[in-house]
């Protein structure tokens, strides 16, 4: 606006002064050199041809003005035009014919260090533009990285424009490696075939499908996996182009976390019919025991009453006798259910650990032989005795034997389970359950004891958190190792008891009832 203002004289003026701040103080030093050079050159070599020295000034007047523009393009002229004039005066030249060639080679300087000017003043300004454009693409990059989604841009074919920093985290791939390739590698099988059918749809009908709507789609890491993200596409016109931004949302914790919840959803619901059967087996307990309690009455009544009979009949006595036995059995049977299903309180007292475990054996015989597994107990009934609720205790030791034999279930090979006793430190005794199974699995080893932790579709992952929970109430430890017979080992400690009147019940802190 000023510069329209001022008169062309005032405007060259201007333009001079600037042609003349702009180059450096190097720039007039290169003219003078390589006006200085060319002099050399033609010293050198002499007259080679006609103009030799003149088209050398002309050459390093060019060249000063390539690199320096206006003001160092005229030094260099001055100089060679001065500088040539003497030589050529020198050499005996013409007058006339050196002054011509002076001017001429004056003017085409002149005309040189003008266009060196333009030059420079064009790729200072493409410089200047170059710059913008990269200060403008930083901010932008700078803008996108905060976008809190994922964001991609894209063209009109697919192309991968941008790429922000979440989606960088998102998809697992380098800025670098995205960009110019086309936006199908961030996508699994269906949805490839599907994008390019949107895009060529939209292209050509102009009909929306996608665009604005936001969906659940699946994305495809750079690792392979498969995600679900929720994808909304916006369209941006730049001029004649147009782009598409997709910013995408990874779903794949909140999925993690539906999924968690629906499972243990299931999982209470499991917990809550197991209980109800409790309660109704117990119920049913109850009510059995009734008849029962009449039946063993009756059963007695009749006994008497053969005794009384003459002549007598012993093998009718016997028999009643045996019939009352089996019905008070049974009512011992239902007596321990129930206790067992109603959960009681710990009633921690001094257990023979043999008789512990044979009624063990008793429970899980059957199970062992129908599944071919060789259960081996201690060959020496051991002596000692344990301070722990007998019912409880039993329950881990059940719990351990079934995990290792559905670990032997499918496992191929010896199929046997041992169990040890051994003394332990500070008056402990040490119950170890091992198997020669394929041992526990890898995934599982740090989760082993957290509750709904479980390798089988049947399982509730329950046993081992329980069971832990109890022997630690028992004042005890239950961890695992590995075993030498090939599978898991679980080992637990109890509180030996000395003898046989150390039954206080309870013995472990503040877990007596
Ligand atoms: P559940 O038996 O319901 O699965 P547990 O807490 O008793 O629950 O066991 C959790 C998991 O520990 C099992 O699913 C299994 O993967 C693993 N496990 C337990 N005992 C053994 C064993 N003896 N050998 C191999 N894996 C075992």
Same mark, same amino acid.
């Given at each position: 606006?000023?510069?329209?203002?001022?008169?062309?004289?005032?405007?060259?003026?201007?333009?001079?002064?600037?042609?003349?701040?702009?180059? +450096?103080?190097?720039?007039?030093?290169?003219?003078?050199?390589?006006?200085?050079?060319?002099?050399? &050159?033609?010293?050198?070599?002499?007259?080679?041809?006609?103009?030799?020295?003149?088209?050398?000034?002309?050459?390093?007047?060019?060249?000063?003005?390539?690199?320096?523009?206006?003001?160092?393009?005229?030094?260099?002229?001055?100089?060679?035009?001065?500088?040539?004039?003497?030589?050529?005066?020198?050499?005996?030249?013409?007058?006339?014919?050196?002054?011509?060639?002076?001017?001429?080679?004056?003017?085409?300087?002149?005309?040189?260090?003008?266009?060196?000017?333009?030059?420079?003043?064009?790729?200072?300004?493409?410089?200047?533009?170059?710059?913008?454009?990269?200060?403008?693409?930083?901010?932008?990059?700078?803008?996108?990285?905060?976008?809190?989604?994922?964001?991609?841009?894209?063209?009109?074919?697919?192309?991968?424009?941008?790429?922000?920093?979440?989606?960088?985290?998102?998809?697992?791939?380098?800025?670098?490696?995205? &960009?110019?390739?086309?936006?199908?590698?961030?996508?699994?099988?269906?949805?490839?075939?599907?994008?390019?059918?949107?895009?060529?749809?939209?292209?050509?009908?102009?009909?929306?499908?996608?665009?604005?709507?936001?969906?659940?789609?699946?994305?495809?890491?750079?690792?392979?996996?498969?995600?679900?993200?929720?994808?909304?596409?916006?369209?941006?016109?730049?001029?004649?182009?147009?782009?598409?931004?997709?910013?995408?949302?990874?779903?794949?914790?909140?999925?993690?976390?539906?999924?968690?919840?629906?499972?243990?959803?299931?999982?209470?619901?499991?917990?809550?019919?197991?209980?109800?059967?409790?309660?109704?087996? +117990?119920?049913?307990?109850?009510?059995?025991?009734?008849?029962?309690?009449?039946?063993?009455?009756?059963?007695?009544?009749?006994?008497?009453?053969?005794?009384?009979?003459?002549?007598?009949?012993?093998?009718?006595?016997?028999?009643? +006798?045996?019939?009352?036995?089996?019905?008070?059995?049974?009512?011992?049977?239902?007596?321990?259910?129930?206790?067992?299903?109603?959960?009681?309180?710990?009633?921690?007292?001094?257990?023979?650990?043999?008789?512990?475990?044979?009624?063990?054996?008793?429970?899980?015989?059957?199970?062992?032989?129908?599944?071919?597994?060789?259960?081996?107990?201690?060959?020496?009934?051991?002596?000692?005795?344990?301070?722990?609720?007998?019912?409880?205790?039993?329950?881990?030791?059940?719990?351990?034997?079934?995990?290792?034999?559905?670990?032997?279930?499918?496992?191929?090979?010896?199929?046997?389970?041992?169990?040890?006793?051994?003394?332990?430190?500070?008056?402990?005794?040490?119950?170890?359950?091992?198997?020669?199974?394929?041992?526990?699995?890898?995934?599982?080893?740090?989760?082993?004891?957290?509750?709904? +932790?479980?390798?089988?579709?049947?399982?509730?992952?329950?046993?081992?958190?329980?069971?832990?929970?109890? &022997?630690?109430?028992?004042?005890?430890?239950?961890?695992?190792?590995?075993?030498?017979?090939?599978?898991?080992?679980?080992?637990?400690?109890?509180?030996?008891?000395?003898?046989?009147?150390?039954?206080?019940?309870?013995?472990?802190?503040?877990?007596?009832?």
């Amino acid at each position: 606006m000023k510069s329209a203002l001022l008169s062309p004289f005032q405007q060259t003026i201007s333009a001079f002064r600037s042609a003349i701040a702009s180059a +450096s103080w190097s720039d007039y030093a290169f003219a003078v050199l390589a006006v200085g050079a060319a002099f050399l &050159i033609y010293a050198a070599f002499g007259r080679v041809f006609a103009y030799s020295l003149d088209l050398l000034c002309l050459l390093a007047v060019l060249i000063a003005a390539l690199r320096g523009g206006l003001a160092p393009g005229l030094l260099a002229t001055v100089i060679a035009v001065a500088a040539g004039l003497a030589v050529e005066l020198r050499q005996n030249e013409p007058f006339v014919e050196a002054h011509v060639r002076a001017a001429m080679v004056f003017v085409l300087g002149v005309v040189g260090a003008i266009g060196g000017e333009n030059r420079k003043r064009l790729s200072r300004t493409a410089q200047l533009a170059g710059d913008d454009i990269r200060e403008r693409e930083a901010h932008l990059q700078s803008i996108l990285d905060t976008v809190p989604n994922a964001m991609i841009v894209i063209d009109e074919k697919g192309t991968i424009e941008r790429f922000s920093r979440t989606a960088e985290e998102t998809f697992g791939y380098d800025r670098s490696e995205t &960009i110019g390739r086309n936006v199908r590698m961030l996508m699994p099988p269906p949805y490839v075939n599907q994008h390019d059918r949107y895009l060529a749809d939209y292209l050509r009908t102009g009909v929306r499908r996608v665009i604005g709507v936001g969906r659940e789609v699946e994305g495809l890491r750079k690792d392979g996996s498969v995600f679900p993200m929720e994808l909304s596409i916006g369209e941006v016109r730049m001029g004649p182009q147009r782009m598409f931004t997709g910013f995408a949302r990874d779903l794949s914790k909140l999925r993690d976390a539906e999924a968690r919840q629906r499972q243990l959803q299931q999982e209470l619901a499991h917990v809550w019919r197991l209980n109800s059967l409790g309660e109704f087996a +117990s119920t049913i307990a109850h009510e059995v025991n009734q008849p029962l309690a009449a039946l063993s009455n009756y059963l007695r009544g009749a006994r008497s009453l053969a005794l009384d009979a003459t002549p007598p009949n012993p093998r009718l006595i016997d028999a009643l +006798s045996r019939a009352g036995d089996q019905a008070l059995r049974a009512g011992e049977i239902i007596r321990r259910t129930r206790s067992f299903l109603r959960r009681e309180g710990t009633d921690i007292r001094s257990e023979k650990l043999d008789i512990l475990l044979r009624e063990v054996e008793a429970l899980t015989e059957m199970l062992a032989k129908d599944r071919n597994i060789r259960v081996v107990y201690p060959a020496d009934p051991p002596d000692a005795r344990v301070m722990a609720d007998k019912v409880q205790v039993q329950q881990v030791l059940l719990n351990l034997l079934r995990n290792a034999f559905d670990a032997l279930q499918l496992h191929e090979g010896r199929k046997e389970v041992r169990i040890s006793v051994a003394p332990a430190p500070q008056e402990m005794l040490l119950v170890k359950v091992e198997d020669s199974g394929p041992g526990v699995s890898p995934d599982m080893l740090d989760r082993l004891f957290q509750p709904m +932790s479980t390798t089988r579709a049947a399982g509730m992952g329950l046993g081992l958190s329980i069971s832990r929970t109890i &022997i630690e109430d028992h004042g005890g430890r239950l961890w695992h190792e590995s075993s030498p017979l090939g599978g898991a080992a679980f080992c637990l400690t109890l509180r030996a008891a000395t003898n046989e009147g150390d039954d206080k019940s309870g013995g472990a802190d503040g877990l007596h009832h």
